[in-house]
């Protein structure tokens, strides 16, 4: 009796260490390209926890829309199939209305603006305006500036008048479009150079590096350097995986994370310039820069949508986002 008590005890101590001994599996789903400041921070972050969590996390990187699309990821995540997204800051409309301030076009006037607007209370407040719904906000990461590109060259609103544009969910970005009289569309990024190349649409608003690494500036005759809006993102994951992590195991991870950000930060300011400069050299499409005169037309056309979030967004929340341009 005795022997089959101390057999079944040290079975189960093996059958437990095991069980300890099985890595956590942390999948991170994205939709960009790996040579993107999502996808590089997206490895760095794997590169990190594989340095100082060898055996107890494994991170698994799925990049370009392969496990999900960006309509499915947040979905996914709170069934619990992937454990790390970080969609664009215009997909959390179903979630929170807060995180819209973003899309306002016109607010930010450069990233350190949006950086310095991230950073300040008001920034940091809106990290955790998921969590009612089970998402915890673990930062914010940069792509950069959106600039429009249409097959035909846009100098002034007139110039977008009818045309499709392709949106991200949100519906700032459609009321955006919908300003100066163009037909927005809410498309998931995996089908949009499908779209922009079978010409089912016309143009579409992106950051140099989304435009760059899909190469919509191949089947776009024209980008305007507007810099109308900020294209950055939310590093999520769920409240139910985060929060059972054990203290040392989420803390390591969340250390690794920073560092992963600040890293891909670096290469989306890089990558403004060079993927910029990539497609120039291209010569596939014409690069218009705007003249203050003609900037201004689109900046009045589209900032009544200011007005018409102010609600839903917080007036405060905008203010504080207006303030971070000194
Ligand atoms: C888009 O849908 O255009 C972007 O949000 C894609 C991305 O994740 O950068």
Redesign the pocket.
């Known amino acids: 009796m005795k022997l089959l008590a101390s057999t079944l005890a040290a079975l189960s101590f093996a059958f437990a260490s095991t069980l300890s001994a099985a890595p956590i599996e942390l999948k991170f789903s994205?939709?960009?390209a790996e040579n993107t400041p999502?996808g590089q921070m997206a490895l760095k972050f794997k590169e990190l926890v594989d340095q100082r969590l060898p055996g107890k996390v494994e991170v698994k990187v799925y990049p370009n829309s392969q496990l999900y699309g960006?309509g499915k990821e947040l979905e996914a995540l709170l069934l619990g199939d992937v454990e790390l997204i970080s969609?664009?800051l215009?997909?959390f409309k179903k979630y929170t209305k807060k995180l819209q301030v973003f899309d306002l076009p016109f607010l930010f006037q450069n990233m350190a603006a949006v950086e310095r607007f991230q950073a300040s209370p008001a920034g940091q407040e809106l990290l955790s305006s998921l969590e009612s719904k089970g998402l915890v906000g673990l930062g914010y990461l940069h792509?950069g500036m959106k600039q429009l590109s249409a097959n035909e060259p846009l100098y002034t609103p007139a110039d977008a008048k009818g045309k499709k544009f392709r949106i991200?969910s949100s519906d700032v970005l459609a009321a955006q479009f919908e300003a100066v009289d163009a037909v927005p569309l809410k498309k998931p990024?995996s089908e949009v150079f499908t779209l922009l190349q079978t010409r089912a649409i016309d143009g579409q608003e992106?950051t140099w590096s989304?435009i760059y690494s899909k190469k919509f500036f191949e089947v776009q005759a024209s980008i305007t350097e507007s810099n109308h809006g900020v294209?950055d993102y939310l590093i999520v994951t769920s409240a139910e995986f985060w929060l059972e992590l054990p203290d040392d195991i989420r803390s390591e991870l969340k250390t690794a994370m920073d560092e992963a950000v600040a890293h891909g930060n670096q290469i989306a300011a890089e990558k403004a310039d060079k993927d910029k400069a990539n497609i120039m050299a291209s010569n596939r499409s014409e690069i218009i820069s705007l003249t203050d005169e003609q900037r201004q037309q689109w900046v009045e056309a589209m900032k009544p949508v200011w007005q018409q979030f102010e609600d839903e967004i917080g007036k405060n929340i905008i203010d504080a986002a207006v303030a971070a341009n000194q």
């Open positions: 994205h939709v960009v999502k960006d969609p664009s215009s997909k792509n991200m990024f992106n989304n294209l």
